[in-house]
């Protein structure tokens, strides 16, 4: 097993572990750990909300879930060497549920969760269809997820990162900032908001502390959106065995990681939507010098996938056009395609049995694939939902003889937003 450079205790919260991470992006967030080009080591990682949602049968802790506290992040790491301009090779060498504690109260030990936000937290892709809150628990065993409230299905995880990245330039986090900014000040009133200003309130900094603390809780950046440094990408495919590729924007590019999933859709779409859990990432590290200019990455991670998928071959796909519910024609719009192909596929999946709610999980949580298969014909984007169908214990394609019945169970808790 690699060297533990970040290692977190369980039977503590974050902010008490004895090295403390943060949830805010800002280049002043020390390094508290250095490691070298050409290092291996060990990174433990808490779920997102470091403990607040539990294992049980109520969503009121999703209703009531502390978002101002999210991400909580390992990190910062500074490696040796790394400037600004240089490209980061981070290589994910292992990742996983906490080791060796398949049963206990944080998500990680041997189960996750899924949530759908209430719509004034947030809610998620299909927010107008699910304006409440929900919560599913997913049980693992044998590397397979399997949930007391979506029954009949089960499927290989493809456990990886939601997030990592590395700390922005004070000149980058001033552009995220102003831009951010001039978006919410377009609909400032608007439920849920259109972006996340920073936030003080439930800041954590590392070692930071007194006037520097408060200094930099003002102008950090919430963790929540993708950006230039990567961050918040939700990309499921990264898993054990891809190589990324981050640009350097500060001295030793202070890599951090957290929200790590057991298993996602594309696009994850429930927003809380993933099957969250703590855990850890073996890593490994290098440096390109000068390779941002070298190989023109000014901004965004490239990225090369691992090779460690579940093997799926069969799938049920549905697709969507940029139309709306109301019958609305819009121009082009891949986000308005991809919905209407999940409430497709949603629709279908009700035929079997299931709730709506129970569908809208199951796609959130399970690796389906999802694609922009048409982008110029005018006026229609056409997008696609591809589901496996061996995740599911009855054939679910069409038949003549019409489709199998599951039983639904206790069903997805709810708590009425």
């Known amino acids: 097993m690699p060297e533990v ?84 090779i981070v290589d994910i060498l292992d990742v996983g549920p906490i080791p060796q504690e398949d049963s206990g109260p944080l998500a ?14 947030g809610g998620g892709f299909l927010t107008e269809q699910f304006p409440d809150a929900y919560k599913v628990i997913w049980d ?43 978006l919410i000040d377009t609909d400032p009133n608007r439920v849920p908001p259109l972006a996340l200003p920073p936030l ?24 929540a959106p993708p950006r230039e440094n990567g961050g918040n990408q939700d990309i499921k495919n990264l898993t054990k065995g891809t190589r990324i590729f981050y640009p350097v924007f500060v001295e030793g590019g202070k890599l951090s990681m ?47 996938p691992g090779n460690t998928d579940p093997q799926y071959s069969e799938w049920l796909a549905f697709s969507g056009t940029s139309v709306t519910l109301g019958g609305e024609q819009r121009y082009l719009d891949s986000h308005l395609s991809y919905q209407r192909a999940c409430l497709h596929a949603i629709d279908y999946l009700t035929k079997f049995g299931y709730s709506p709610i129970q569908a809208y999980m199951i796609l959130g949580a399970a690796p389906i694939e999802g694609r922009l298969s048409g982008v110029v014909d005018i006026p229609n984007s056409c997008s696609t939902v591809y589901i496996p169908t061996a995740i599911f214990d009855f054939d679910v394609r069409p038949g003549k003889n019409g489709p199998h019945q599951v039983d639904p169970g206790m069903g997805v808790p709810m708590s009425p937003a």
């Open 5 to 88: 450079v970040f290692p977190l205790d369980s039977n503590k919260k974050f902010t008490e572990q004895q090295i403390v991470g943060h949830n805010r992006w800002h280049p002043d967030i020390p390094a508290q750990v250095q490691v070298k080009p050409g290092d291996s080591f060990r990174v433990h990682c808490r779920e997102w909300f470091d403990g607040a949602i539990v294992n049980d049968d109520s969503a009121d802790d999703i209703l009531n879930a502390p978002l101002a506290g999210v991400h909580v992040l390992s990190g910062p790491l500074a490696v040796e060497g790394a400037e600004p301009g240089d490209l980061l």
């Open 108 to 121: 990680g030990q041997g189960w996750g969760y899924t949530g759908v936000f209430a719509t004034r937290n």
């Open 140 to 182: 693992f065993q044998g590397g397979k997820a399997t949930s007391r409230h979506v029954p009949g299905v089960s499927f290989t995880g493809i456990v990886h990162p939601g997030l990592m990245g590395t700390a922005p330039s004070a000149d980058l986090l001033a552009k995220w900032n102003a831009r951010e900014q001039a």
């Open 200 to 223: 003080p309130d439930s800041a954590i900094l590392g070692s930071l502390s007194g006037a520097d603390f408060d200094r930099v809780a003002g102008e950090a950046a919430r963790t």
């Open 258 to 304: 957290g929200d790590l999933h057991f298993s996602q859709g594309d696009g994850e779409i429930t927003f809380c939507g993933a099957i969250e859990m703590g855990g850890f990432m073996d890593l490994h590290v290098d440096v390109i010098k000068g390779g941002m200019a070298t190989y023109g990455v000014s901004e965004n991670a490239i990225f090369m």
